[in-house]
C-alpha cells in the first residue's frame, strides 16, 4: 500500500482531529507499516486499549479522543500481542446497510451500556470540555484535507453560540445541584428584568407590591403561580400572583387576582380580544388592593414583543441560501430501520440543501425496543451507522453545504438530560468541522439570518395550562402582515415566547409532563430568546410540537413547526439574496412539506 493511501485510509478510520495532526497521522502510518496491520485495525486496537472493562465512566470519558498518548498504549498493546503470539486484531462484523435495519438480537451479547437501565448510558458520553479546543473559525468554514473526505469552503456563513472554553462550560453544567435559595434568586432577577421592559416600554414611573392597600390603582409586575401546586389546570379562581422580593414588603408573597368585569387589555396582538395566562408567565397589572385578600386588576398590560433586525442592508456577496429542516423521532416505535429517516436523505442527496437542520431525538430513550435492549451494537455505532456515516456522504456529495445538530433530552448519546442541554460532544460528530452542534434550545446565524431551535414541544404545554382572559383591546399593536391574525391561538402561543422573550416560559413543569422536560432552573439564563444576538428577535423559530404542523408569521418572526420526520413531514426555508429596499420577509419563503408515500 503505497504511503499516500495509506494516509488518505487513516484520515477516513481515525477522523478529521488525527487527519489534521501531521506528527500524530505520521506516527499513526509509522505503526501500520511496521507492524502490517491496516488502518482500520489500528482503529480497533485503539478502541479495544482505551476501553475499561471495569465500565469505569470517567476514564472511558479520559481516553475518548485519540491523543498522542493513547497512542503509545495502543503501540505497547500491539506490541505484547505480537510476543504472546496472539497475531492481528480479529476483525469488526462490517457495518449493516441502513435499509436492512436491526437484525438477531442476543441479549447475553448486548454492550456494557445497554443493560436494563438505558439512562445509565447517558453518562458515558461526558462533555470533552478540558481538552477540546475549537480550532476551526467560528464564522467561517474553509476546511481542505486530501482523502479525509473534508472539501470546502462553504456556501454559507455560520455563526453560532460563543465557543470559548468558558462558554462550553456553563452550557455544560453540573446538574441536581440546584440550591433553593439560588433557585428563588434567579426567579427573581427574571421578573425584575422584565419590570424594569415594561417600565420602560409603557413609561412606568413606579411598581408597587400587589399585598399593600391602595386607594388609587398602582401598576404591578410578577409572575403568575397556581395556589394548588399545578396538581390541578390553572383556572381563574386559582391565579395567584407573586412579585419579587425586592419589589415586595412581604418579601415575595402570593396574593390572589380578581379581574373587574370591565378589563382592558392594553398593547395585545389587534384582534386577539384578550391574552393568555400560564404558570411562570411574568405579567403587568393596573388595580388596586382594597384591603381585601386578593388584588383586583382593572387592565393587563401586554409584555413588549421581540422583534428581529430589518435586514434591509445589502450583502457585497450574494447571501441567499437554502435550508431543511427536520425533527425527530426519525424511525416509528415498531422498529429501528430508520426509513423515514432513509427516504428523507434521498430527498437531501437530490436537492443537495446549503443547510440541513436535525432536531433531536436520534437515539430516543422513549423508543420501546431501545428501553428493553432489544438492540446488538452500541449506541454511538447506531448512530454513527444511521446517522453521521449518511451525513457525511451527503456533504461529499455537495461540498458546500454544512449540517447542524440540535440535542433532545431524550437523545441516548447526549451528554445532559436536563434542560436548557449543551451541545453533543465532538465524539458524536467525530470532530467533523462540517457538521455544527448546537445547545437545546440554540440561537444560532445563517448568513445574518438568526434562527432559533428547540426539541422540546413548549407549544403542547402551553396549550394544555393555558387559560384566555377576555378583555377590551386597548392601543392594540396592529399586525405587520394579514396572515398574523391575532385571533390565532397557535401564533399566539407563539407569540408568549417573544413576549417572554423564553423559549420555555412556563413554570412549574405542568406535573403529567415533567418527564419530558428536566428543567433545571439555576441555569435557565440559557432559556433566553436573545441569549447570545443581542436584544433582538430570531427571524426563524422550529418549534416542533404534537400539534399540527405549521409556518406563520408572528409579529416579525417566521415560526414553524415542522412536527416529525417519523410523521413524513419535514421544512423547507429559501432565502433570495438581498437587495437594496427589501426586507427579510419579503425574501425568506418557508414551508411544511408532506413526503410522498
Given at each position: 500500500m503505497a504511503a499516500r493511501s495509506i494516509k488518505e485510509e487513516i484520515a477516513n478510520c481515525l477522523g478529521l482531529e488525527v487527519a489534521s495532526n501531521p506528527k500524530l497521522l505520521a506516527e499513526c502510518q509509522k505503526i501500520c507499516e511496521i507492524y502490517g496491520i491496516t488502518p482500520q485495525d489500528l482503529q480497533y486496537k485503539w478502541e479495544a486499549a482505551t476501553y475499561d472493562h471495569t465500565n469505569n465512566f470517567a476514564s472511558v470519558r479520559e481516553a475518548a479522543r485519540f491523543t498522542s498518548d493513547s497512542l503509545a498504549g495502543v503501540r505497547e498493546q500491539i506490541k505484547r500481542e505480537l510476543e504472546q503470539g496472539s497475531g492481528s486484531a480479529k476483525k469488526k462484523t462490517p457495518a449493516r446497510s441502513l435499509a436492512s435495519g436491526v437484525a438477531s438480537i442476543n441479549r447475553n451479547k448486548m454492550p456494557f451500556a445497554l443493560g436494563r437501565n438505558i439512562h445509565a448510558a447517558q453518562r458515558v458520553l461526558e462533555p470533552q470540555i478540558k481538552a477540546e479546543p475549537d480550532t476551526f473559525n467560528s464564522t467561517e468554514l474553509s476546511v481542505s484535507l486530501k482523502g479525509s473526505g473534508v472539501v470546502g469552503p462553504s456556501m454559507v456563513k455560520f455563526r453560532g453560540p460563543k465557543s470559548d472554553m468558558e462558554s462550553k462550560k456553563k452550557r455544560a453544567y453540573r446538574y441536581m445541584f440546584e440550591r433553593t435559595g439560588e433557585r428563588g434568586q434567579v426567579l427573581d432577577t427574571r421578573i425584575e428584568e422584565m419590570a424594569e421592559l415594561i417600565q420602560q416600554h409603557y413609561g412606568i414611573q413606579e411598581l408597587n407590591d400587589p399585598a399593600n392597600s391602595t386607594d388609587e390603582e398602582v401598576f404591578v409586575v410578577g409572575r403568575i403561580t397556581h395556589d394548588l401546586d399545578s396538581e390541578t389546570k390553572l383556572t381563574e379562581s386559582t391565579l395567584n400572583l407573586e412579585t419579587s422580593r425586592r419589589l415586595s414588603d412581604h418579601s415575595g408573597k402570593r396574593i390572589a387576582i380578581q379581574f373587574d368585569p370591565a378589563l382592558k387589555i392594553r398593547g395585545g396582538a389587534q384582534g386577539?380580544?384578550?391574552?393568555?395566562?400560564?404558570?411562570?408567565?411574568?405579567?403587568?397589572?393596573?388595580?388596586?388592593?382594597?384591603?381585601?385578600?386578593?388584588?383586583?386588576?382593572?387592565?393587563?398590560?401586554?409584555?413588549?414583543?421581540?422583534?428581529?433586525?430589518?435586514?434591509?442592508?445589502?450583502?457585497?456577496?450574494?447571501?441567499?441560501?437554502?435550508?431543511?429542516?427536520?425533527?425527530?423521532?426519525?424511525?416509528?416505535?415498531?422498529?429501528?430501520?430508520?426509513?423515514?429517516?432513509?427516504?428523507?436523505?434521498?430527498?437531501?442527496?437530490?436537492?443537495?440543501?446549503?443547510?440541513?437542520?436535525?432536531?433531536?431525538?436520534?437515539?430516543?430513550?422513549?423508543?420501546?425496543?431501545?428501553?428493553?435492549?432489544?438492540?446488538?451494537?452500541?449506541?454511538?455505532?447506531?448512530?454513527?451507522?444511521?446517522?453521521?456515516?449518511?451525513?457525511?456522504?451527503?456533504?461529499?456529495?455537495?461540498?458546500?453545504?454544512?449540517?447542524?445538530?440540535?440535542?433532545?433530552?431524550?437523545?441516548?448519546?447526549?451528554?445532559?438530560?436536563?434542560?436548557?442541554?449543551?451541545?453533543f460532544s465532538k465524539l458524536v460528530t467525530k470532530s467533523d468541522p462540517r457538521i455544527r452542534l448546537v445547545p437545546n434550545p440554540g440561537v444560532f446565524s445563517i448568513n445574518d439570518v438568526i434562527f432559533g431551535a428547540t426539541s422540546v414541544d413548549v407549544l403542547f404545554h402551553l396549550r394544555k395550562e393555558e387559560i384566555i382572559k377576555r378583555g377590551q383591546e386597548v392601543d392594540s399593536v396592529v399586525s405587520l402582515t394579514s396572515e398574523d391574525n391575532g385571533?390565532?391561538?397557535?401564533?399566539?402561543?407563539?407569540?408568549?415566547?417573544?413576549?417572554?422573550?423564553?423559549?420555555?416560559?412556563?413554570?412549574?413543569?405542568?406535573?403529567?409532563?415533567?418527564?419530558?422536560?428536566?428543567?433545571?432552573?439555576?441555569?435557565?439564563?440559557?432559556?433566553?430568546?436573545?441569549?447570545?444576538?443581542?436584544?433582538?428577535?430570531?427571524?426563524?423559530?422550529?418549534?416542533?410540537?404534537?400539534?399540527?404542523?405549521?409556518?406563520?408569521?408572528?409579529?416579525?418572526?417566521?415560526?414553524?413547526?415542522?412536527?416529525?420526520?417519523?410523521?413524513?413531514?419535514?421544512?423547507?426555508?429559501?432565502?433570495?439574496?438581498?437587495?437594496?429596499?427589501?426586507?427579510?420577509?419579503?425574501?425568506?419563503?418557508?414551508?411544511?412539506?408532506?413526503?410522498?408515500?
Open positions: 386577539a380580544g384578550g391574552l393568555g395566562l400560564f404558570p411562570g408567565a411574568i405579567v403587568a397589572f393596573k388595580g388596586k388592593n382594597g384591603g381585601a385578600s386578593s388584588f383586583s386588576v382593572t387592565e393587563i398590560l401586554a409584555l413588549p414583543s421581540l422583534t428581529s433586525s430589518p435586514h434591509m442592508k445589502p450583502s457585497p456577496d450574494d447571501d441567499s441560501f437554502s435550508m431543511y429542516a427536520a425533527c425527530g423521532p426519525y424511525t416509528s416505535d415498531t422498529d429501528l430501520s430508520y426509513k423515514p429517516w432513509e427516504a428523507f436523505m434521498q430527498v437531501i442527496r437530490r436537492v443537495k440543501p446549503s443547510v440541513l437542520t436535525l432536531i433531536g431525538p436520534f437515539v430516543d430513550t422513549a423508543h420501546p425496543l431501545l428501553q428493553s435492549g432489544e438492540i446488538d451494537e452500541a449506541l454511538l455505532d447506531l448512530f454513527y451507522r444511521i446517522f453521521l456515516d449518511p451525513l457525511r456522504d451527503f456533504l461529499t456529495l455537495s461540498p458546500g453545504s454544512i449540517v447542524i445538530l440540535v440535542p433532545s433530552v431524550r437523545d441516548l448519546i447526549g451528554t445532559h438530560a436536563v434542560y436548557p442541554q449543551c451541545e385571533a390565532d391561538p397557535l401564533a399566539n402561543d407563539c407569540r408568549h415566547l417573544l413576549q417572554q422573550r423564553s423559549f420555555y416560559p412556563v413554570f412549574p413543569v405542568p406535573l403529567d409532563l415533567c418527564s419530558e422536560v428536566n428543567l433545571d432552573v439555576t441555569h435557565s439564563v440559557g432559556l433566553r430568546l436573545d441569549n447570545e444576538m443581542e436584544d433582538v428577535a430570531p427571524d426563524v423559530l422550529f418549534l416542533p410540537s404534537r400539534l399540527r404542523q405549521f409556518c406563520k408569521t408572528v409579529h416579525t418572526t417566521t415560526a414553524i413547526n415542522p412536527s416529525t420526520l417519523v410523521k413524513g413531514v419535514y421544512s423547507t426555508i429559501d432565502v433570495s439574496s438581498s437587495v437594496p429596499g427589501k426586507s427579510l420577509r419579503e425574501r425568506l419563503k418557508a414551508e411544511v412539506v408532506k413526503m410522498e408515500g
